[in-house]
């Protein structure tokens, strides 16, 4: 291959951007990252790691707090449940997100 065969860059930027822009996927956003999940195995996975993630951070806690203060099982059991609870909450926020029509603005 010869040099005179390979795009200018700034041709090839060009190209690039317009090609980005055709292919952004409906409703991205930002680009943050938090955009929802667009398949209904996406969902389940999701509202699945909120509500474990929510049980396993207050177990955690809760189990430190039963270490370094001597309490054996109370801390573990008041954290374990209000871990629960904030996973719930997330889990019911996420829920009605995937409920809201996309068209309405007010509610975000």
């Not at 991205?28 to 396993?56: K, M, N």
């Not at 309490?71 to 995937?98: C, D, K």
Request: net charge neutral; aromatic share 8%.
């Amino acid at each position: 291959m010869t040099e005179g065969d390979s795009p200018k860059p700034k041709d090839f930027a060009g190209r690039l951007r317009a090609l980005r822009d055709e292919v952004k996927p409906a409703g991205s956003g930002d680009g943050g990252g938090r955009d929802v999940p667009q398949t209904a195995a996406g969902w389940v996975f999701r509202l699945s790691v909120e509500l474990a993630a929510g049980l396993f951070v207050g177990g955690g806690i809760g189990w430190l707090l039963d270490h370094w203060l001597g309490t054996s099982p109370a801390m573990l059991i008041l954290f374990f449940l209000l871990g629960a609870v904030a996973g719930m909450y997330t889990v019911i926020r996420s829920a009605m997100a995937l409920n809201r029509d996309p068209g309405d603005d007010k509610n975000k």
